[in-house]
């Protein structure tokens, strides 16, 4: 079973950075592909980045590109997600997700494990 747990969410304002993180439990971690994902009241989960295993592959949601940098530290068992000209619509609770086995990095039920989310809040 591996845990995840998410840190660094908190309230910015509009054109801020924040950086959060995602720690695992298992000493497997670079054998995950990671990913990142949002969800903001009343709608549903949405795909945000995601990271091979090796973190040479990377992937993300258009609304992010170019705003967001996803990358991992496998000797720290850790998965981060650069967040820098944020915007209100950024609003959402974070999620990091790891994936075991072949996967859809866009799909949501690919992940096998998920961390219990990060609030990130962006005011104008």
């Known amino acids: 079973q591996v845990q995840l747990v998410e840190s660094g969410g908190g309230l910015v304002q509009d054109g801020g950075s924040l950086r959060l993180s995602c720690a695992a439990s298992?000493?497997?971690?670079?054998?995950?592909?990671m990913g990142w994902f949002r969800q903001a009241p009343g709608k549903e989960r949405e795909f945000v980045a995601h990271i091979s295993k090796s973190g040479g592959g990377t992937y993300y949601a258009d609304s992010v590109k170019g705003r967001f940098t996803i990358s991992r530290g496998n000797t720290k068992n850790t998965v981060y997600l650069q967040m820098d000209s944020l915007k209100v619509e950024d609003t959402a609770v974070y999620y990091c997700?790891?994936?075991?086995?072949?996967?859809?990095?866009?799909?949501?039920?690919?992940?096998?494990?998920w961390g219990q989310g990060t609030q990130v809040t962006v005011t104008s």
């Open positions: 997700a790891a994936a075991i086995g072949p996967y859809e990095y866009l799909r949501s039920d690919s992940y096998d494990y």
């Open positions: 298992e000493r497997t971690f670079s054998t995950y592909a």
